[in-house]
T-cell receptor, first 116, second 114 residues
Framework: AQSVTQLGSHVSVSEGALVLLRCNYS??????LFWYVQYPNQGLQLLLK??????LVKGINGFEAEFKKSETSFHLTKPSAHMSDAAEYFC??????????????FGKGTLLTVNP | ETGVTQSPTHLIKTRGQQVTLRCSSQ?????VSWYQQALGQGPQFIFQ???????GRGNFPPRFSGLQFPNYSSELNVNALELDDSALYLC?????????????FGPGTRLLVL
């Protein structure tokens, strides 16, 4: 069974500082990996996805993530935080089975706060 | 905007009642998935429908059921509501690009069971 662990339920950074949100996965084969963002009282918005094409994935809003198979990690980074980045971030995994890879398994989320 | 809409936005029910939540997917997306997100938790997979048939199910009891219609709309039905069913319910429609499925989420329906 696949699982996702997000280290740190709450991360606080200053505006302009580096954002680093951690995600580790457990899977027998490298899965597909996703980062979603959820603003208050809204649904989930896709930030970026890893599908084995390239280990460094660039997403929207200046975010990127690097897939490291040896560390089973897919950490999300942004060089300079903006106040508008304050939200909850979810890492998710789906099977890389070549067939219907439907089920997304989510981590518990990391709440990012950005201080002025 | 993902092009996925859900109704209603909020709903209050009492224990034992039944509820129907609705989702309208993006045109051309044949797959819809439903998730339950309890407060402070990540979304949990309920089930997925593909071309009007259930295509996979998570660890939810049979009182959670669904329907998908040819016009890219779908429903989640929950019978015999329990207090623990209080949550945000999200639907997601899927696009497939080079064999890889990506799910796009609607804004959710927040259900409160009293």
């Amino acid at each position: 069974a696949q699982s996702v662990t997000q280290l740190g339920s709450h991360v606080s950074v200053s505006e302009g500082a580096l954002v680093l949100l951690r995600c580790n996965y457990s899977s027998s084969v490298p899965p597909y990996l996703f980062w979603y963002v959820q603003y208050p009282n809204q649904g989930l918005q896709l930030l970026l996805k890893y599908t084995s094409a390239a280990t460094l994935v660039k997403g929207i809003n200046g975010f990127e993530a690097e897939f490291k198979k040896s560390e089973t990690s897919f950490h999300l980074t942004k060089p300079s935080a903006h106040m508008s980045d304050a939200a909850e971030y979810f890492c998710a995994v789906s099977p890389n089975s070549g067939g219907s890879n439907y089920k997304l398994t989510f981590g518990k989320g990391t709440l990012l706060t950005v201080n002025p | 905007e993902t092009g996925v809409t859900q109704s209603p936005t909020h709903l209050i029910k009492t224990r034992g009642q039944q509820v129907t939540l609705r989702c309208s997917s993006q045109s051309g997306h044949n797959t819809v998935s439903w998730y339950q997100q309890a407060l402070g938790q990540g979304p949990q997979f309920i089930f997925q429908y593909y071309r009007e048939e259930e295509n996979g199910r998570g660890n939810f009891p049979p009182r959670f059921s669904g329907l998908q219609f040819p016009n890219y709309s779908s429903e989640l039905n929950v019978n015999a509501l329990e207090l623990d069913d209080s949550a945000l319910y999200l639907c997601a429609s899927s696009s497939v690009d080079r064999g890889i499925e990506t799910q796009y989420f609607g804004p959710g329906t927040r259900l409160l069971v009293l």
